[in-house]
DNA sequence: TGGGTGTCTAATGACAATATCTCTAACGATGGA
DNA sequence: TGCATCGTTAGAGATATAAGTAGTAGACATGCC
């Protein structure tokens, strides 16, 4: 522990060298003792009303130190009782929280409280919230009727027969019921009846006043006097936003104090006003825009940009449907017209039209069916159950999300013409709530609602640290998610009926012109056919269900402009994303966002929430947010070149052409060969395949074109979060960094920074490496760039009409994007003063056997992946090459056939992707595969690759092995762990499932679960059909294989990931622009050399600490008294120790039981003395000997026993020493 | 007449050894040989003697006394046996690729002057029979569709599970392909399977265990259930009680892996009950089927988009509130010209789309290579 | 308890089988006491 | 009114669906038999 601890520490200072960081990381220690001690006066404050504590599970969090991490013990964690059963009533159980929310959100206040009286055993932590929101919603109604007679009942119902004690916000509600009463005398009296009460239960007045997600500033002034309080007197964690409330209420906001300002008063911007801002945005959301040459790009202030992101966020569903409208208006006016020549958008328009009103039946049907609850019709009950969540958003909303969705689905799943019933109707469900949710903190907002939760700080570069400290501060009271805000998610099962009937609605009325030619007359027919229907495909004899596209809307799809058909929440932003304050508050401004991608574990989420509430992931959030600060544009001469090519239809580089598809092969006679009919149906499902696949290619370049369009004249940014390993992701998906080729082609950094004489160097070495010209030193790079000048200069000048250079590239639209680069700075007169925007990576070369070799100290394998400073960069590839070639020619020569036929034939090609895939565990039959693949295309037949394959491989895993011997035995002993781990049942498990994940935390404090537990699902009736999905919530027994084959992999990734985050701190400490693609490191081409320095120093740091002696302690403290079943052999040492100790326990105990484990201990003893005394019989004839008794083979009987969990010592570390590295210039290059 | 078993040896317990009228090697008893080793396949394996020698003599093999009869997976060989001892045939080719059976197989092969001859080539391969042809082992001959194939008789036992249900189907789609051995005319096929098979082929309009294969094979062949545990099929729907004469009663003990099982007689129909062509009939069936309990005029919505049209093209005759499964073959045949003839019928008729195919991916992102 | 047998075989981003039949438990109605 | 019985129904669990298996070999789980 201690040693964990002081690697912890050492991690952290050297983190935050000087500067910012040191500031950051200062204010939050400051910050996080606060609020310990905050916690602590409260709890004292408050033993009366013990519920007053706000954590939702009773979990023990170990005493905080610093240096501990997070555990959380099988009996606390939520579900590992009552696991499975996700019987019927269970799923309505939890739709039912979803529904009343709903519900009360819609005004239905009626069935709500029906609701609430009808639930059963729910948590008191959960209980108050659903009171409080029951509460929070009466406050309307209240005031209208000027009597709070609903609320005080309420109350006294709560407390005398529901036994639930009021808490802060209950109170905080009380008194804002109060405040809306107009008579003054009314009004003082109920307030101080109210205080009274909170008093008289311990309370203090300024926190229930500093409660979050309630008042109002004009509420929070009215109370304040009222009660003579000042600010002074507010709650610690929530004095600041109000005081800062306060002020900017009192005036008018000037620029200089934004980075101060909370999300107070939206509408008091200065400069260029909100409808030029809305103007500005025409790219992004207004129909009329078309894209101008050269439009001026108006300079915005961070407040002014953070106003357009709202509008960005909150205007873009009506956005596409005025788009749709505007491209339906112009084909109409267009005059008459082919119906199956109208666009994509205008058919959508005509969609959401018809669309609409049919939700609006449906919606009024829910009323209805709500209304008279007796009449319960198979339809009506099921309305009862979805019915409040369509109220929650307009008809049009729906209909526009439904639509939105329908588009983006196409293609996924493996569908070729749609989707998947089940992936639809619940990702729809989904987009229906973070709508749905996104609307209500919009609502909240309006209301001039302050929540804790501070909605963005925007400043200039230098102020965000202080800013985000002091918002961190603010996060860390309790106003983290205050009660008013808290929803639960919506059930799985809920979504889907929401998906479904809104889909289904859809299939109704969506409709897409046909043609098609009789088969008997020859007639050309046009008919008005479904868009989308429901059908079924077999795959692998399973049913599925999918929703299909008619092949006339596939093809607008592939060509039509998909302006407009965006969701914004998928889009980049115009400003630098709302830094992470918490596990769930951060990126995009609207939508509530998490920080980690989880795969429906609520053991991942319990460890991050606790992680993040504990303040153990400051570092990691400060590391996405430099990734997010780091500020896009799009390459404007690629876009070009781009869209051209997409306008021509050719297949250029990545863009499959327009419309040329594979010819399916003709079919055979009817009566020929079943085999040959076989091969021909598999002939044909490969083209199809094919083509789908090309389809798909082209529908994704035609969004990324869309955004990048859009984007032309905008400063972009990527939120970033992060998967269960802490490697980071961009939030948008269409389109970032991570794309492919024409992607990274397309962006580059919006600053701009003077080459240099080095930048100048990176960047030829940089076109280089886009070439493809990698393995060579640099000083080769750079001469082959120059070289190469005059191919570079004729690419950067007729892209398209020249010689075409860049296309041979490896990346060609990233070496165009280069070409124009290069050809631009070497024109100008000082090539070293050209201002240059070009990302220059550095890659790790192999970082997984990088982080293997470094944590094994393996010397030979550093070399061979350039941990050791060398002259010229190794290549794995080729190393492990060369050493199978000289085994294959020693065989050779020892006459072993196999080997003859392969001399010569061992390249880097062959074993490259099975040595890049050891590092993913990759077995010896996969492998095998991979190899025979390559055999093939070196030209080994057929029917001699399939064996020739295996024996290579057999030759190349030995020589991973020797070459990588101590991260070989690393790998083995992380996948031992693993498997230890996965098999080891806490004591007080009560039954012998495995339920045990393998957990761990990086040294950035990130608790790292693996998710992998066997899945229950179950069959769900939606109004498509059934659909077969999970509970979310349910703890499942882990699936001990993939927590083992997964684990080696995923912790490297996490050290990676820890790597990456690390150097992306130093780097803004330093002032560079950074981003990743997990272990390629990008920077402006003068930084380059800097940012090398930071990174090595980055993982020279990171691997100086003994890691694996830290994860083995984590391992024995984490699973501290668990037990594991172990086995021996009888006669050996430890077996023959647990017989003893068995008998002699037993013998203590009772007489009966010793006799037993005597006799027990004898047979044993006995069967190493039996030998086989049947003597083989010699059968006469061969039939007689099929039937013959094979004699049993002698058996070693083993012991078996529950013991502790036991790891094996870690194998020794080699000679290798991490600082070498320092020198090694191709370690990333 | 100058058999002699050998001497039993103690651990051998040939107690229960079934006596045989010619001198191939004894075989243990029937419990031996439903537990005796390990490494035995599974499948419909026989392992009671006297059950084969009654089918044996029950049925009429003098139809194929100038045929080949060609065996499939004859196992521990007791039909081999039980049918040389009734009729001797002329040529018996036994298919039988595990090894464990070797010796037996070879016991045959030597002691029947090359009327019985064994081949390790694997029955479930379309190749083997390419093979067998080409070098002579068998001769069949193409024969006029007007009657049933006599020159070769296919006698198979299937492999249990998955495989064999498959093996099966794929058989009957040889029947309207006329491909394979069936490109020889009417060869008639005897065919062991799970009785659950056999009784999803035999059900009639309204069992609820009608699915696509019951289709074709009732449009294809005349099925004659020759053994059959006792009441095996007096739960299935509507049977045809002319398959269903002289039944064979057989046990779960006859077998190595106890169950039922069922001999089915396979005489393909000089002419399919359909007129439509296979491929678009196998492709309603497929489609209909999957919504089998559903009135026909809603699973018509199966078979492809904008399917009110493909409704108005129905003939008139047919009852569309009908469930699918209570359709005749006939009926089926209806749907499907009609579909035939819908203009907006789908272009390709097989399934597309992977779900279990690697390389899937096709923008190649995040620059991680697959399948270089 | 152990041997034979069946399953799987490259990490992550990026999760997804369904219609229908059978059987059982719970529920409700009914009717006689 | 209490309650025994019968009929109905909801829901949980089971099963079929499609259909080439090539070729290897080693590890590991299985509440097996």
Known sequence: ?1229 | GDFQPTTPRRQLDMRGTQLLRTSFEALPSQARLSTYATGVPKRTLMVNQDLANRLAEAYDWSYYKNGDILEMNPGFGLFTRAIWNVAKPRRHVLMEPHKKFIPIMEDFDAKTEGRIKYTSLEGYDWATYDKLIADGTITPENQSMERVNDSLLLFASMPNGATGEALAVQFLCTLPRRNWIQKYGRVRMLIWMKTKSADRLLVGPGGHTRARPTIIAQACADMRVIASPKDAHMGAFNYDEAAMKDVIETTPDDWRQRGDYTLVEFTPKEKPLFNSDFAEFDYVLRNLFILRATAMEKSLMMLGSGSDSLIKCMPSGLDLSKPVNAYTVEEFDQVTQAFSKWPFKPTELFEKGWTNDREKDPKGENGVVKNI
């Open chain 1, 1 to 1229: 522990m201690q040693r964990i601890a002081a690697a912890r520490r050492r991690v952290l200072t050297t983190c935050s060298l000087s500067g910012k960081s040191v500031l950051l990381a200062g204010r939050l220690s400051v910050a996080s003792s606060a609020s310990v001690a905050l916690r602590q006066t409260r709890l004292q404050s408050t033993t009366a009303a013990s519920s007053f504590a706000s954590s939702q599970q009773t979990i023990e969090i170990p005493k905080k130190t610093d240096d501990d991490f997070i555990i959380v013990r099988h009996k606390d964690m939520p579900g590992s009782s009552g696991r499975d059963n996700f019987t019927a009533k269970v799923r309505e159980r939890s739709e039912a929280f979803s529904i009343y929310y709903a519900c009360l959100a819609t005004g239905n206040v009626e069935r709500a409280k029906s609701i609430l009286s009808r639930l059963h055993n729910v948590p008191p932590a959960t209980a108050i919230k659903l009171h409080n929101q029951y509460l929070f919603t009466l406050v309307g109604e209240c005031a209208k009727a000027q009597d709070l007679s609903l609320m005080t009942k309420w109350l006294d119902k709560m407390q005398k027969e529901l036994d639930i004690v009021p808490n802060e916000t209950t109170y905080a509600i009380l008194c804002k019921g109060a405040l809306g009463l107009t008579d003054k005398d009314m009004r003082e009296m109920m307030l101080k009846n109210f205080a009274e009460m909170f008093l008289k239960n311990g309370g203090v007045l300024g926190d229930m006043i500093g409660q979050a997600g309630v008042y109002s500033v004009d509420d929070i002034k009215a109370l304040i006097d009222m009660f003579g309080l000042s600010v002074a007197n507010i709650k610690q964690g929530s004095r600041q936003v109000i005081a800062d409330a306060l002020a900017a209420a009192e005036r008018q906001v000037s620029e200089d104090d934004v980075q101060n300002i909370a999300e107070v008063a939206p509408t008091k911007v200065s400069g260029p006003g909100m409808h030029l801002l809305k103007q500005s945005l025409a790219a992004l959301i207004d129909p009329n825009y078309s894209a101008s040459e050269n439009e001026a790009r108006i300079p915005f202030s961070m407040l002014e940009s953070y106003e357009r992101q709202k509008i960005l966020e909150e205007s873009a569903l009506d956005a596409a449907v005025a788009r749709w409208k505007h491209d339906h208006e112009t084909t109409v006016n267009r005059g008459k017209l082919n119906p199956l020549k109208k666009s994509l958008n205008a058919l959508l328009w005509e969609w959401h039209q018809a669309l609409v009103p049919l939700i609006e039946d449906e919606v009024r049907r829910c009323k209805e069916a709500q209304k008279n609850t007796t009449a319960a019709s198979g339809a009506d009950v099921d309305r009862l159950a979805y019915g409040p969540c369509l109220l929650l958003l307009s008809p049009e909303q729906l209909s526009t999300i439904t639509i939105l969705e329908l588009l983006r689905l196409q293609g996924t799943g493996g569908v070729a013409e749609g989707m998947r019933v089940a992936r639809a109707v619940l990702s729809l469900g989904k987009q229906v709530e973070s709508e749905a949710q996104a609307d209500m903190l919009k609502e909240q907002a309006d209301n001039g609602i302050l929540v804790g939760d501070m909605k963005t700080i925007f400043s200039n570069e230098k102020a965000f640290a202080l800013a985000k400290a002091k918002a961190k501060a603010r996060a860390k009271g309790d106003m983290a998610t205050p009660d008013t805000e808290w929803r639960p998610d919506w059930p799985h099962t809920l979504r889907a009926r929401v998906g479904s009937v809104l889909i289904s609605l859809l299939m109704h009325v969506a409709k897409v012109p046909n043609e098609a030619d009789d088969s008997v007359t020859g007639e050309k027919l046009v008919e008005v056919t479904p868009a989308f229907y429901h059908a079924y495909q077999y795959s692998n004899g399973k049913k599925l269900g999918v929703i299909k596209m008619h092949p006339a809307l596939m093809r607008h799809l592939g060509t039509d402009p998909m302006r407009g058909n965006v969701h914004p929440r998928l889009l980049p932003m115009v400003v630098p994303p709302r830094p992470w304050l918490s596990w769930n508050n951060g990126g995009y401004l609207r939508a509530k966002t998490r920080v980690m991608r989880t795969r429906d574990a609520p053991e991942q989420l319990l460890y991050l929430k606790k992680a993040s509430d504990r303040g153990d992931l400051d570092l990691v959030f400060a590391g996405l947010d430099v990734l997010g600060r780091t500020a896009w544009a799009i390459n404007r001469r690629v876009l070009d070149v781009a869209v051209t090519v997409w306008n021509t239809g050719e297949a250029i580089a990545s863009i499959p052409a327009t419309d040329t598809n594979f010819e399916y092969p003709s079919e055979p006679p009817p009566d020929c060969d079943p085999a040959i009919r076989a091969m021909y149906v598999r002939k044909c499902k490969e083209v199809a395949h094919a083509n789908q696949n090309k389809h798909s290619l082209r529908c994704d370049v035609n969004y990324k074109l869309e955004i990048a369009r859009a984007f032309v004249n905008e400063k972009m940014y990527f939120p970033h979060n992060i998967d269960f390993r802490g490697r980071a992701y961009p939030i948008p998906p269409h389109f970032n960094h991570l794309g492919n080729d024409l992607c990274r082609g397309l962006l580059v950094f919006h600053e701009g920074k003077e080459l240099g004489e080095e930048g100048l160097r990176w960047l030829k070495i940089h076109m280089a490496n886009v070439r493809g010209f990698d393995k060579a030193s640099f000083s080769e790079r750079a001469a082959y760039t120059m070289e190469n000048l005059e191919h570079i200069f004729d690419s950067a000048d007729k892209p398209l009409g020249g010689k075409r250079w860049w296309l041979e590239a490896e990346d060609p639209w990233q070496c165009l994007a280069t070409c124009f680069e290069l050809a631009d700075a070497l024109r100008s007169p000082n090539p070293e003063k050209y201002i240059s925007r070009m990302p220059v990576h550095q890659d790790g070369t192999c970082n997984g056997l990088q982080h293997y070799a470094a944590l094994g100290g393996d010397i030979v394998g550093a070399k061979q992946v350039n941990l050791e400073p060398s002259d010229s960069p190794q290549d794995v590839y080729t190393g492990v090459a060369n050493l199978v070639a000289a085994e294959v020619e020693r065989d050779a020569a020892a006459g072993n056939s196999n080997a003859q036929e392969l001399v010569g034939k061992i390249t880097r090609k062959v074993v490259k992707q099975t040595v890049m895939t050891n590092v993913y565990g990759v077995t010896w039959i996969g492998a095998r595969d991979q190899i025979e693949g390559q055999l093939r295309d070196v030209g080994i037949p057929d029917d001699r690759a399939f064996v020739l394959a295996a024996y290579v491989t057999k030759i190349v895993f030995s020589a991973m092995k020797s070459m990588f011997s101590g991260a070989h035995m690393i790998q083995d002993w992380l996948s031992d762990a693993a498997k230890i781990i996965a098999k080891a049942h806490p004591i007080d498990a009560d039954d012998d499932t495995n339920m045990t994940a393998v957990i761990w935390t990086t040294p950035l404090n990130l608790p790292v679960v693996q998710p992998y537990r066997k899945i229950s699902r179950k069959q769900i009736k939606t109004n498509l059909q059934t659909v077969f999905i999970s509970n979310p919530d349910a703890m499942n027994e882990v699936d001990v294989r993939k927590q083992r084959t997964a684990f080696p992999p995923n912790f490297i990734h996490s050290l990676d990931a820890t790597h990456m985050l690390m150097s992306a701190l130093a780097t803004s400490e330093a002032g560079i622009t950074f981003a990743a693609v997990h272990d390629s490191y990008w920077t402006h081409a003068s930084d380059v050399d800097k940012m090398n320095v930071m990174l090595r120093d980055a993982f020279v740091r990171l691997h100086q600490d003994d890691i694996m002696g830290n994860l083995k302690r984590e391992f024995e403290e984490r699973y501290k008294g668990y037990k594991t079943q172990m086995s021996a052999l009888a006669d050996s040492a430890e077996g023959k120790a647990v017989l003893a100790q068995r008998a002699s326990k037993s013998r203590t105990k009772s007489t009966e039981a010793d006799v037993a484990d005597v006799a027990d201990v004898a047979d044993v003893a006995d069967v190493a003395d039996v030998a086989d005394v049947a003597e083989a019989a010699s059968p006469t004839s061969a039939v007689e000997a099929m039937f013959a008794e094979e004699a049993a083979p002698k058996k070693n009987k083993s012991v078996k026993w529950w013991g502790d969990l036991v790891f094996r010592p870690l194998p020794a570390k080699g000679e290798w020493d991490v600082q070498n590295l320092k020198q090694s210039q191709y370690f990333f290059s």
